[in-house]
């Protein structure tokens, strides 16, 4: 054994493992609905495995490993190295040898078991470790729930399920689900697999194959999509790297640049804080932002309008005459009115049900207006009908040789009338035609305001 060679390399990993003695324990994963056993296990290894044990440079990983007994004889050091290459470092040497027959197990093994008290307390696996709590037998606990919640079956079913979804995910273009979630989707089923793999035995797909379920689940009518993925099916580098395909069609995806240019049509009402300050925020039809400038169509404070250019503020003048922004300062403003009526002495519970409150508000006088808006122009085209029915009926009327002579009257052409199709052209028609008579006038009215009257 060298200095220059074996030693020197000793001494350089010894100098890491004391320097890695003084580092922070981490927290101790618990099991919850965020992170179920599957994905818990993992957590918790990787915690343990720079969790201080009571043996200088050895974790608490060595009592959780899965071999109990290291394997004998020890493999061969690496040329020039003070660890067997099999292990990879002196470090992991220590935690993969590390006899489970040394006097200061039994404290450890004690410590581990309080880590996973802590980890499923308050849950339904507490009951789990229950027969190892007398002795604190960690290890005997860790297994005793890795075999029931985390055995053969359940992996099986997690290859199941992820397989079908790589195989069987579709993307259709329809709502706000871009290109980049889809192949987010893929990329975390495979990730599920590679985990799953690591337990029972299964074949992973390898990158052609994903490659290949990548592109037969996106049915688009999108040109420029189905170009990008031509030129991946043709490329024989592309067919063949899952992540380099992705890159290449992910820019090309419609739904982004649908979302990018501010063309969502559904009016949306964003949450509203529930403290002093709240106001009425994202009240439009443009997702929120105007397409132009990208202002937030919105109820804006003194302070807020201020701090906006020339051309946001033109483009919020713009919003503020439609119905959506007319109701949105509508309710704005019975929501400071309402704020200062209160007072200081509004209850908590009141102040934690304001945003509920206020974005009700919101949605009932933006829903107002619209209707309104909707009257209105039903209205408009009710009237604009008539008045052309009307022009008609005139026009007829005094084109009528018999009617021309009976009543003396000359000729009125349809597109005199047509020309002002306000309803002041009504009184327009009767002042024109006074010297009509009055009776032939009001079976003319009468008739353009009930078309389908005998």
Not at 260 to 265: A, D, E, F, T, Y
Not at 381 to 393: I, N, R
């Amino acid at each position: 054994m060298h200095y220059e060679n074996t030693l020197k390399h000793f001494a350089e990993d010894w100098k890491t493992i004391v320097a890695l003695e003084g580092r922070p324990e981490p927290p101790v994963p618990t099991i919850c609905r965020a992170l179920p056993p599957m994905k818990w296990v993992s957590a918790f290894v990787i915690a343990m495995q720079t969790t201080k044990s009571a043996r200088f440079g050895i974790t608490l990983y060595y009592v959780i490993r899965p071999e109990e007994v290291p394997e004998h004889p020890a493999p061969p050091l690496e040329e020039n190295k003070a660890f067997a290459q099999v292990y990879g470092s002196l470090w992991d040497e220590r935690q993969l040898r590390a006899s489970h027959s040394h006097p200061a197990f039994k404290t450890d093994d004690k410590t581990l078991f309080q880590k996973l008290d802590e980890a499923v307390r308050s849950t339904n696996y507490v009951s789990c470790i229950e027969p190892f709590r007398v002795k604190g037998q960690g290890r005997k606990a860790f297994f005793a729930l890795i075999k029931t919640y985390l055995g053969d079956d359940k992996w099986l079913s997690e290859i199941t399920k992820y397989d079908n979804m790589m195989r069987n995910a579709k993307w259709k273009g329809a709502g706000n689900l871009t290109v980049e979630a889809y192949i987010a989707v893929h990329r975390n089923a495979y990730q599920h697999l590679v985990s799953a793999s690591e337990h029972v035995a299964y074949q992973l797909p390898n990158q052609q194959t994903r490659v290949k379920q990548l592109l037969d689940g996106i049915i688009s009518s999108d040109a420029r999509l189905n170009a990008a993925i031509a030129m991946v099916q043709a490329s024989t580098v592309m067919v063949a790297d899952f992540e380099m395909a992705s890159a290449h069609i992910q820019p090309h995806c419609p739904v982004a640049k649908r979302n990018l240019g501010g063309k969502r049509q559904s009016a949306e009402i964003s949450a509203i804080e529930g403290d002093a300050d709240a106001e009425i925020a994202s009240v439009g039809t443009g997702g929120g932002t105007g397409p132009r400038t990208g202002v937030h169509l919105r109820f804006h404070t003194h302070q807020e309008y201020y701090k906006l250019g020339s051309e946001e503020r033109k483009e919020l003048a713009e919003w503020r005459l439609t119905p959506a922004g007319k109701a949105a300062q509508a309710a704005a403003i019975q929501l400071r009115d309402g704020k200062k009526q209160s007072g200081k002495g509004s209850s908590k519970k009141g102040k934690k049900n304001h945003a509920k409150v206020s974005a009700a508000l919101v949605k009932k006088q933006v829903a107002k207006a619209l209707e309104a808006s909707k009257e209105k122009d039903k209205k408009k085209s009710e009237q604009v009908k008539k008045d052309a029915l009307l022009a008609s009926l005139l026009a007829d009327a005094s084109n009528d040789p018999v009617m021309r002579t009976k009543y003396n009257i000359g000729a009125i052409h349809a597109d005199e009338v047509q020309e002002d199709a306000k309803p002041a052209a009504r009184a327009s028609i009767v002042k024109r035609s006074t010297a009509y008579d009055p009776n032939w006038i009001a079976s003319i009215l009468e008739k353009a305001d009930n078309p389908d009257a005998d």
